[in-house]
């Protein structure tokens, strides 16, 4: 048996059956959509930093909310404008 099959036969040899099986864009795909327990998916931990700024903008939308009203407390107005310009759910 030579070096080169004595290689093949390592550890590696089940990942490469696995990627030559589905193919590398299907590797591709499950690596992304975090479908391989053993290897993080980037799209994953950029989801989580999404989802934390969401959470930020939707405390902002209401800091600034509330500000506007503070500011237009005198005028029925510009006060509904501050309603309509900053929705609730954090939408500009």
Known sequence: MSDRDKNASGPLSAWMKFVSAIGVPSFLVLYLLGAIPFLPSPLL????A???HA???K???RVFRVICHAVTK???IL????GALIRPD???
Request: charged residues 35%.
């Open 45 to 48: 931990k950029q989801q989580d």
């Open 50 to 52: 999404l989802a934390a």
């Open 55 to 57: 959470v930020e903008t």
């Open 59 to 61: 405390e902002l939308a």
């Open 74 to 76: 005198d005028d029925d």
């Open 79 to 82: 006060r509904a404008l501050c």
């Open 90 to 92: 954090g939408g500009g």
